[in-house]
């Protein structure tokens, strides 16, 4: 089966800043985890959000931070469904848990709100352009219970905001 995480769009939000930006473009969002085998044990994926901005205003460009909602499930389970091939048939309730994570470890969910440990600040951000790496985990599957699901294609969307 093969998983794939893609971000369904981009709002961005400005929060009091004098130089805020006049467009911005996500140029690419996805994650796609390959080949999950549920006798295999748990599969990590990296991606990359890419963001070019046109920035107004005075000096360097603000710092963005991005936030994920929670797709299917809540941000501390998000999962993906059945969305093609044998889980369609009878196993279309199938659930794939996984999560994104701020980092390579997976201990920092990437959530939905601007605290510590709920957004990602880019380290590489330059005048125009911003990249957040994210960090996909799927946990190896219990025989008979979580993850434990039909062969398929499995998918789920979760919607970025970008703040400054």
């Known amino acids: ?3 794939v995480l893609a971000f369904a769009g981009c709002v961005l ?19 796609s985890f390959g080949s999950y085998d549920v006798y ?43 969305v093609s091939g ?9 659930r794939l848990f996984y999560n994104v994570y701020t980092d390579a470890a ?4 990437w959530k939905n709100g601007a605290a510590t440990g709920e957004a990602s600040t880019p380290a590489d951000c330059s005048n125009t352009t911003c990249n957040w790496t994210i960090y996909g985990l799927i946990p190896a599957a219990i025989p008979g219970g979580t ?10 969307s979760l919607l970025l905001t970008v703040a400054y």
């Not at 939000?13 to 994650?31: F, L, N, P, Q, Y």
């Not at 936030?67 to 499930?73: C, S, V, Y």
């Not at 997976?106 to 969910?109: D, E, G, L, P």
């Not at 993850?147 to 789920?156: F, L, P």
Request: glycine share 12%.
């Open 106 to 109: 997976h201990t920092t969910v």
């Open 86 to 94: 044998p889980c369609l048939s009878g196993f279309s309730g199938d």
């Open 147 to 156: 993850n434990d699901v039909a062969v398929g294609g499995y998918s789920d």
């Open 13 to 31: 939000a400005a929060t009091g800043r004098a130089s805020a930006a006049k467009s911005c473009i996500v140029d690419s969002a996805s994650i």
């Open 40 to 82: 295999a044990g748990a599969l990590a994926a990296t991606g990359t959000i890419a963001m070019t901005c046109t920035w107004s205003g005075k000096g360097a460009a603000p710092a963005p931070y991005a936030k994920l909602n929670a797709g299917n499930g809540t941000v501390n389970k998000r999962y993906m469904i059945c």
């Open 1 to 3: 089966m093969i998983p």
